[in-house]
């Protein structure tokens, strides 16, 4: 009887172990929590799937997500806002747990993965893969590795877009 219970409960525990906790407390600038700021966790297409607002201490909590690649935005009238960025691991997925300082002006997204790691400055989903170039006479071909993130690849030259496609190869001539 205890190995079936035993048994059962290790089996929910797995089920309950693929979503994870999304946590945390917004601050503005002068260190005060944030109260009544929208807290909006989207896919990488930018769709609200969950919408909270954080409470009289700037806390707010996000229950049974599943680990994926999301944006969470936390927005203020007043105070401003900030965006994250919040990447999966390949494994041991875990809870995390925010400290945010919303900003009146627009700051670049900070990254973040599920596992209550510090936050990273770039995004390692845009780390490319060795880039190859092959020079021919009156062309040039630049390869690269497919990112399982990305679903088209812009090209710039000078500021300017010069390339988009889905393909993961680019040839001027």
Request: hydrophobic share 40%.
């Given at each position: 009887?205890?190995?079936?219970?035993?048994?059962?409960?290790?089996?929910?525990?797995?089920?309950l172990?693929?979503?994870?906790?999304i946590?945390?407390?917004?601050?503005?600038?002068?260190?005060?929590?944030?109260?009544?700021?929208?807290?909006?966790?989207?896919?990488?297409?930018?769709?609200?799937?969950?919408?909270?607002?954080?409470?009289?201490?700037?806390?707010?909590?996000?229950?049974?997500?599943?680990?994926?690649?999301?944006?969470?935005?936390?927005?203020?009238?007043?105070?401003?806002?900030?965006?994250?960025?919040?990447?999966?691991?390949k494994?041991?997925?875990?809870?995390?747990?925010?400290?945010?300082?919303?900003?009146?002006?627009?700051?670049?997204?900070?990254?973040?993965?599920?596992?209550?790691?510090?936050?990273?400055?770039?995004?390692?989903?845009?780390?490319?893969?060795?880039v190859?170039?092959?020079?021919?006479?009156?062309?040039?071909?630049?390869e690269?590795?497919?990112?399982?993130?990305?679903?088209?690849?812009?090209?710039?030259?000078d500021?300017e877009?010069?390339?988009?496609?889905?393909?993961?190869?680019?040839?001027?001539?």
């Amino acid at each position: 009887m205890v190995r079936k219970f035993l048994f059962f409960a290790f089996n929910i525990h797995i089920v309950l172990a693929k979503t994870v906790l999304i946590s945390g407390v917004v601050f503005n600038m002068e260190n005060e929590p944030t109260r009544k700021a929208t807290v909006t966790l989207s896919n990488l297409e930018n769709v609200p799937l969950i919408v909270e607002t954080t409470n009289r201490k700037g806390r707010f909590k996000m229950k049974n997500i599943k680990p994926d690649f999301y944006y969470l935005t936390v927005e203020h009238p007043e105070d401003g806002q900030i965006i994250v960025k919040i990447n999966p691991r390949k494994k041991r997925n875990r809870d995390i747990v925010l400290r945010l300082t919303v900003a009146p002006t627009p700051v670049p997204p900070i990254v973040y993965t599920f596992s209550n790691a510090k936050p990273l400055e770039t995004d390692p989903a845009l780390r490319m893969k060795p880039v190859k170039t092959t020079v021919d006479i009156g062309k040039i071909i630049v390869e690269w590795g497919k990112r399982s993130q990305a679903k088209t690849y812009q090209l710039y030259r000078d500021d300017e877009m010069i390339f988009q496609s889905n393909e993961n190869s680019f040839e001027d001539t």
